[in-house]
């Protein structure tokens, strides 16, 4: 073999050797396979190896894998197998790790942190423009925009690039924006500059048919825009640095996410510094349980799919990238997925020759050198080609530069791009596969780009066969090969028409958005921002024809036409834009220019800075030579000739492509960047029309669709739960009352059985019906021939009333059809209907009622009649009373001359005055008239006195002819009748047993009792004091001298008939006849003082003469005022007695409307241009001022409740300054703001929820960021009011509220008093619900705390010391069942137990309930050992009680145990700082005075010094025995008062006035029984007892004239509301007539 044939052998062996080697060492096993053959120079030295390899060099398949060695040339210097032979030498050896780039962009520069930073103002070199030089849009006089994109930018066809700019280009220009700029979100809260639509525009004349364009002006900082000093700054949201935003985010924590991954139920950080991945490292992880704030926007492809279901996509179907608005389009995602990928091979590459590095290390290498790869290619590889010109030479870092985005970059020059972006993208395969682009995977060859916002992985991850997807490799390879859109100012509708928009505006214009957020930001026009950049201003129009403009010319008249041929106001994008000339024009692309260059100047970390130490000099130079198709074969399965090797730029040579694909290109002329030549170039032919698929047409979504139902049914279900509410109060009164109705029957059966033996006539429990409008009662119906009446009994036997039979000519008896009534009618009475429990009751009683008639011998007729019509006619009583009531007028009218009722017979029509004429009075009605019972004996005699015709009643004659007696009759006159009344047999003489009858029935009219003995002792004193004791009968001259002393008072004493005119309503004259004006005076100290018996210890009223002989200082003071004077003095005396209260209610009412008004005035000036403010109008201001006027309103009630705290401060000088004795009313009166507010604040709500559920989820994520809701969801009205803790505890406040409220009218607390006092016991979880409503911070921060925790810890404290006492047992020792129904108790006394007299308790029996208490007065006086309570049983649990303490039922058993909780005050405690105080008990309202009456006597007695000095009690009852153990204190009283401190009166309102003729003869024996046995007749005590009722004001009149000389009279009463107020409106007469003199000050309790 010749030497040149060895030669050729050994050199096939070592290529074959060689070959072997490389294939081996990029394989599956990895393995190194040695030459045999020696190696060449080359080889030895690595000079080969260290030099970047050629694609076939390192392009040996489709898999990562197989593309390893240009990672190995870029991080370690070598590759092949000098890299295996040389690890060592050529692995960077591990070092310290250098400052790695920060996140968020905060110490890039170490002198200014703060510059390039996150969320820092966008730079403003260029003047602002605001129209108020503040925050106001620039551009209010410019065009529309809308008018200005569809005349100057429109573009129907579709165009190709003419410098052979790939969509490659354009779509990688979009994610190097999104890498250095993010102002896309709108300010919160959200500022409306919508775009109005033109008239014919295409949004006019289709969906949605609004009448603007939504616009949100960008998010700025909060703390510019307040003066043009400041003007408002927009921000960037993300760094300006080129730092791997885009793929790792702005944060450490948004970066730490994108490497968490899941691993079974947990998750961690994916392993080896990679970042979290799916799909077999294909795609970056899924944002599973949206862990990333992804952006969102509903993808318009969907719409109808939105509109109908009432949500979007979820955000969890989008991949996890560092920015979040990484998956808007598939060709943006794609480019986010390339450099995850980029990412992970070169972390996979650093693990596998540094293994002893942990995962972060390894992520944060591998992110130093994707951060500066990125830097590289769009800085020296991509921007040149963009704009045809390359930045200036690097010089180093520089910090005195800002990189932050300048205005004019971000609202204009960065949106070129926009020109050429096409309207769709090819799909296109690999060249092993065909190159076809006519996919199975997809069902179109094209992605349209309209149809493909927010749906970006769909073409990526469809199925191109059943184990591999589309992937991005298909889109980017036709990115590479399809020319971008014209460079001119023709837009495509897919960005100029049909860009992505909000639910309610679907498709928007993205350049009339570019014209307007340039006016938003406030820039200054076109020219204005030229000359600043040093570019000359523009003089006309002809300046955009010039012939390197590749504009269409054809739009300058409507660009003349629309600025009003003004070159001074045309908007920076309109005229950026018509300067392209086969690129960015001279302003945008200095603009541009000067930005990147700013970005790469000012950054501390930018690859070639060797000062930073990321770099050596030698990586530097590796990462320079790298470009953007070394990553793209690298990341993905791509063979050489799948795309050219510049993707920026159309290829100029098939010869770069795959065979298969040649065939495919289109060729066609290119201009050369920067030069402009002519070039060939190949490109994809330009996407046909008819062969893409339509943008989907823009529609709208009213947001509160989906909220109708719950919203009506919400409020309307709270609307029916109060009238439920109310319904279930009413409910629970009518169960009650049946069951107490229930058992009235059980009573009513027992009665009958213990009536049925008493007579043959049958008793029958029955319904009454009162009247209209007056309800009915259940009574007892019997027949009772004997005395020939119908009577009618309550069910425990007392006559309750009865009808006369025997004196009407018929019985009219109605019978009701359909129903167990009857009606009956008698002659002059009112008509009787009942109700019987069955029809077969009804026809057992109308055969009794057969006998009945039949037996009194009266005739009967029966009616049939509906029971409608019957109630109508009957005559109920109140009929019968107005009929009366005229017959009394009238005959008073005739007898005592009165005027005024003159004047009303007058008014009488014939038939009227006819009725008045023949009515007649029977004995109850005549019996009531006189205030008397139609049994007693003295109403006996005297209807048989009067009854003259003696027919059984007494007609309009008769009753006058009587009462002129006692009208104007003598006094001897008025003696003769009352003789005769007793004279029965008419004989002139009254014998002594008729004068013990007549005694014992004026006697029976108070219920008096007295033994024989002491009748017949007094009865001597009286005739024996006449000079009649030797007489057995009296004629009517003895009887006349037994009444001479009170001669003068029979002269005008009457009968005291109801209806009867008092003194005031008689002439002058005829008073004047009768008594002197002294006498007047004082008829109520007369009536009270007259007795001169040396046992009455009151003080003696001066006489008439007395008066004569007074000094004229001791007379009543009269002050001659003018009348102006006098009409205010009412006013002056009730401020005077009531100053304190009106002063803290009038203080609350201020405060409280003050803070109402603080809030409405806030949140309608402050807050007007807040977002909320602008969606509710006012109803945010009055909701938010009723919501702090509830606050403050629900926290001051607690101060009302905290009774122990009231009671200890009553005793301090507060008492002076503070009306603690009206915290009940001032508890009312703050409840009632507090209802009246919460009404507003609810039915305010139900306007702004409405007005919420209208709006954009976007602006109401804002607006309440408090509340999240994933950014698929669109909140219905259902989630704000039931998915929020506000809304939710809102609605259940207003429940709680509502039941509070309908629970404590006074319906309630009489009815259903334990109803009433469980809802108020709910108001610890009204506070609960008030502070969990507030943490929401639905509108503001909760500040509920401010108002509530002062009251809040008093009254926790104050229950604290209740809930210490309320809790221990307390024995009873004594417990006695006293008439009346009264229990009395007397239990120890705990210690440390202090009180004062008048003080009350809160009371419970744990037999009967540990929870429910009940306030009861104490009886027991201060200095006793033992304390008592006297408790009257009128309701379920007094009554229980009292059973409890029964000694039949007891026996042997232990008193039962109590609760006790107080003492309390009130306002009785205070009797003893007035000089003079008067007591007024009425009823069991005695209560509180028995403590204070025995405190009264102890303190008089120690010789305590106190300031008061005269007690006057007034007891007020039906008739002495009523209290009986209030007898004995009283005698205790009179035993033990040696100094007569206590004045006691006691009142029997048997009788309603005093000088009548039996009061009169009741006086006598009075007088006489107190002479003869020193106590009264009628109650055994020295105390004076009237009969009737007093005369408060005549009273109070006559008590500032003895006590003149003092400042203030204490008045206390305690009783009925109707005695309480009878004082009340006394005292306000006195006081505002009293010019000067004592004042009476009125303290009250009713029970």
């Known amino acids: 073999m010749s030497t040149m044939a060895c030669s050729a052998l050994i050199l096939c062996l070592i290529l074959v050797s060689s070959t072997t080697a490389q294939h081996s060492d990029y394989g599956d096993d990895d393995k190194i396979m040695l030459p045999s053959a020696p190696r060449n120079e080359d080889e030895l030295t690595g000079e080969k190896y260290t030099k970047k390899p050629e694609p076939e060099d390192w392009i040996l398949g ?3 894998q197989q593309k390893k060695g240009l990672l190995k040339w870029l991080l370690d210097g070598c590759w092949g197998r000098y890299w295996e032979a040389n690890k060592r030498e050529c692995i960077v050896a591990d070092k310290k790790p250098p400052e790695y780039p920060g996140y968020d962009g905060w110490y890039n520069n170490i002198a200014h942190p703060e510059l390039g930073a996150v969320d820092t103002p966008l730079l403003r070199h260029v003047p602002v423009s605001y129209e108020d030089g503040v925050y106001k849009p620039s551009g209010s006089k410019r065009p529309n925009p809308l008018e200005l994109s569809e005349a100057l930018m429109r573009g129907d066809k579709s165009s190709m690039s003419i410098s052979g700019r790939t969509a490659f280009m354009v779509f990688f220009g979009q994610q190097v924006v999104e890498e250095i700029l993010d102002a896309q979100r709108p300010a919160c809260p959200p500022e409306y500059f919508n775009i109005p639509i033109p008239k014919k525009h295409p949004y006019r004349k289709h969906a949605p048919v609004h009448s603007e364009m939504p616009f949100l002006r960008t998010r700025y900082d909060m703390r510019s825009g307040y003066s043009p000093n400041n003007p408002r700054q927009q921000l960037n949201e993300i760094t300006p640095y080129i730092d791997g935003g885009l793929v790792y985010g702005t944060s450490k924590a948004w970066s730490d996410q994108l490497r968490r991954q899941r691993d079974g139920s947990k998750w961690k950080m994916a392993p080896d510094g990679l970042l979290a991945s799916t799909a077999d490292g294909l795609f970056p992880a899924y944002n599973v349980e949206n862990q990333l704030p992804l952006a969102n926007p509903p993808p318009p492809f969907y719409h109808d799919h939105f509109t109908g279901n009432h949500e979007t996509f979820p955000v969890s179907r989008f991949f996890k990238l560092g920015n979040p608005r990484g998956n808007e389009n598939a060709f943006l995602l794609s480019f986010g997925v390339l450099w995850f990928r980029w990412h992970n091979a070169i972390a996979a590459h650093l693990h596998q020759v540094m293994p002893a590095w942990d995962s972060e290390r390894i992520f944060s290498e591998a992110r130093k050198w994707v951060i500066a790869t990125q830097q590289h290619i769009i800085v020296n590889d991509w921007l040149p080609q963009w704009l045809g010109d390359k930045l200036p030479d690097y010089e180093g870092y520089d910090p005195h530069v800002d990189p932050q985005i300048e205005q004019p970059f971000q609202a204009a020059a960065m949106r070129f791009g926009h020109t050429l972006v096409p309207k769709g993208v090819y799909l296109r395969d690999y060249g092993r596969y065909g190159c076809s682009n006519n996919l199975k995977g997809w069902n179109s060859s094209f992605v349209r780009t309209c149809n493909i916002y927010w749906r970006p992985q769909e073409p990526i991850l469809s199925n191109y066969t059943s184990s591999e997807f589309m992937d991005i490799d298909r889109l980017l390879m036709g990115m590479a090969l399809q020319l971008a859109e014209h460079e001119d100012n023709r837009i495509v509708e897919d960005l100029r028409g049909s860009v992505f928009g909000p639910l309610e505006f679907s498709r928007r214009d993205l350049m009339a958005l570019n014209i307007q957020r340039a006016r938003d930001h406030g820039l200054p026009d076109y020219n204005t921002i030229r000359q600043f950049y040093g570019l000359e201003k523009i003089k006309s129009f002809e300046y955009f024809k010039s012939s390197e403009k590749t504009i269409d010319v054809k739009i300058l008249p409507e660009l003349i036409k629309l600025y009003n041929k003004s070159l001074d106001d045309i908007d920076l994008w309109v005229g950026g834009l018509l300067e392209t000339a086969g690129g960015p024009g001279e302003l945008f692309k200095k603009i541009i220019m000067h930005q990147f260059k700013r970005i790469r100047d000012g950054d501390r970390f930018w690859y070639a800075n060797h000062n930073n130490g990321l770099f050596t000099k030698e990586e530097v130079q590796r990462i320079e030579k790298l470009t953007i198709y070394d990553i793209v074969m690298t990341v993905t399965k791509m063979e050489i000739g799948d795309i050219q090797l510049n993707p920026f730029m159309a290829p100029e040579s098939l010869n770069e492509l795959h065979v298969k694909c040649q065939s495919n290109m289109k060729k066609s002329t290119c201009r050369r960047i920067p030069n402009q030549e002519e070039r060939e170039c190949y490109s994809l032919p330009a996407i046909q029309d008819k062969l893409i698929e339509e943008c989907k047409q823009p529609k709208t979504y009213d ?56 007579d043959a006539s049958t008793p029958f429990s029955v319904e009454e019906w009162l009247g209209r409008g007056e309800g009915s009662r259940r009574v007892v119906l019997m027949l009772d021939s004997v005395k020939k009446q119908i009577q009618i009994l309550s069910q425990k036997g007392s006559l309750l009333r009865f009808m006369v039979v025997a004196h009407t000519p018929h019985l009219e008896i109605f019978i009701i059809n359909g129903s167990p009534h009857i009606l009956l009618r008698v002659s002059h009475d009112y008509d009787l209907v009942v109700k019987f429990d069955s029809e077969f009751q009804r026809e057992n009683f109308l055969q009794l009622l057969d006998i009945f008639v039949a037996e009194t011998h009266i005739s009967e007729q029966r009616v049939f009649i509906r029971l409608k019509s019957a109630l109508h006619l009957a005559v109920t009583r109140a009929d019968r009373q107005k009929r009366l009531e005229t017959f009394f007028r009238v005959v008073f009218s005739q007898a005592f001359n009165i005027g005024s009722s003159e004047e009303e017979i007058l008014n009488l029509d014939s038939n009227e005055a006819r009725e008045v004429i023949y009515t007649e009075l029977t004995v109850n009605e005549f019996a009531d008239a006189l205030s008397m019972k139609p049994e007693s004996e003295f109403v006996s005699k005297m209807f048989t006195l009067v009854d003259k015709d003696k027919n059984g009643f007494i007609s309009f004659r008769e009753f006058l002819d009587i009462l002129i007696v006692f009208a104007k009759g003598s006094a001897d006159e008025k003696a003769k009748l009352m003789f005769d009344m007793y004279d029965i047999n008419g004989t002139g003489l009254l014998t002594k047993e008729d004068f013990i009858n007549m005694i014992k029935s004026l ?8 033994e024989e003995e002491q009748i017949q002792n007094v009865i001597y004193s009286m005739m024996l004091s006449a000079g009649l004791s030797d007489k057995e009968a ?22 005291s008939f109801a209806g009867l005119p008092s003194q005031s309503q008689i002439p002058m004259q005829q008073q004047t006849r009768r008594m002197s004006s002294i006498q007047m005076a004082h008829l109520t100290i007369k009536s009270m003082y007259k007795e001169e018996d040396h046992t009455d210890s009151s003080p003696k009223s001066p006489s008439p003469d007395d008066d004569k002989k007074k000094k004229k200082s001791d007379t009543p003071r009269v002050t001659t005022v003018n009348k102006t004077v006098q009409s205010c003095l009412p006013l002056k005396r009730f401020v005077e007695i009531n100053s304190r209260i009106i002063f803290w209610t009038v203080l609350f009412t201020l405060l409280l409307l003050g803070i109402f008004a603080e809030r409405c005035y806030y949140y309608s000036v402050e807050r007007e241009h807040s977002g909320l403010r602008g969606i509710t109008g006012y109803g945010v201001s009055v909701t938010r001022g009723a919501a702090s006027a509830m606050m403050f309103s629900y926290s001051s009630i607690l101060l009302t409740m905290c009774r122990n705290t009231i009671t200890h401060l009553r005793e301090t000088f507060l008492i002076e300054y503070i009306p603690f004795d009206s915290f009940i009313f001032l508890h009312k009166y703050i409840a009632l703001w507090s209802f009246f507010f919460t009404g507003i604040h609810v039915m305010g709500h139900a306007f702004n929820f409405y007005h919420i559920s209208t709006q954009t989820s976007d602006d109401l994520t804002c607006l309440f960021r408090n509340f999240f809701h994933a950014s698929h969801e669109i909140p219905k009205f259902r989630y704000w009011c039931w998915e929020t803790i506000t809304g939710i505890t809102g609605v259940f406040l207003t429940i709680l509220v509502a039941t509070m409220g309908i629970f404590s009218v006074p319906l309630a607390r009489e009815k259903l008093y334990s109803a009433f006092w469980w809802a108020h016991s709910l108001h610890p979880l009204l506070y609960i619900l008030m502070i969990l409503h507030g943490i929401g911070r639905f509108v503001q921060e909760p500040y509920f705390h401010y108002f509530f925790l002062a009251p809040c810890i008093l009254f926790t404290l104050d229950r604290i010391v209740a809930f210490r006492r309320k809790k221990v047992e307390i024995p009873v020792i004594k417990a006695e069942l006293l008439p009346s129904n009264v229990t009395m108790l007397e239990f120890k006394r705990p210690s440390n137990f202090e009180y004062r007299s008048g003080q009350w308790v809160r009371m419970a029996c ?3 309930s540990e929870s429910e208490f009940h306030p009861f007065t104490l009886s027991s006086a201060p200095h006793e050992a033992n304390l008592t309570v006297h408790i009257r049983a009128i309701g379920p649990w007094t009554v229980h009680l009292r059973q409890m303490y029964d000694p039949d039922i007891l026996r042997t058993q232990h008193l039962p145990k109590i609760y006790l909780d107080g003492p309390y005050g009130a306002g009785h405690q205070d009797w003893y700082q007035f000089e003079v105080s008067v007591l007024i008990g009425g009823g069991i309202g005695v209560t509180p005075f028995a403590s204070i009456l025995k405190d009264i006597v ?12 005269k007690v006057y009690f007034l007891w007020i009852t039906r008739t002495q025995k009523q209290f009986e153990w209030f007898v004995d204190i009283i005698k205790e009283l009179e035993v033990t008062d040696k100094s007569n401190t206590v004045s006691v009166h006691i009142f029997v309102t048997q009788f309603y006035h005093k000088f009548d003729l039996r009061t009169i003869l009741l006086y006598i024996c009075e007088r006489h029984f107190q002479r003869v046995c020193s106590r009264s007749l009628f109650t055994g005590l020295m105390a004076v007892t009237h009969f009737g009722r007093p005369d408060f004001a005549e009273f109070f009149a006559s008590l500032q004239e003895l006590h003149s000389k003092t400042g203030t009279v204490g008045v206390f009463s305690c009783g009925s509301p109707l005695l309480t107020k009878a004082v009340d409106k006394a005292c306000l007469l006195i006081n505002k007539n009293t010019v000067s003199g004592p004042i009476l000050r009125h303290h009250t309790k009713n029970f």
């Open 1034 to 1055: 009296l004629d009517i001259e003895d009887f006349q001298k037994l009444l001479v002393d009170y001669k003068d008072n029979i002269g005008y004493a009457g009968l």
């Open 703 to 758: 947001y509160f669709w989906g909220s109708e139902t719950a919203f009506a049914m919400t409020y309307t279900g709270i609307g029916v739960i109060i009238v439920g509410l109310i319904s279930l109060l009413l409910l629970m009164i009518n169960w009650k009352e049946q069951l107490e109705s229930k058992k009235q029957l059980e009573i009513a059966g027992r009665v009958r059985e213990s009536f049925s033996d008493l």
């Open 62 to 64: 489709i898999n990562q």
């Open 1003 to 1010: 006697m029976d009219t108070v219920n008096a009792e007295l």
């Open 1406 to 1408: 744990p037999a009967i």
């Open 1498 to 1509: 102890f303190r008089s007695n120690v010789k305590l010094q106190t300031v008061c000095k």
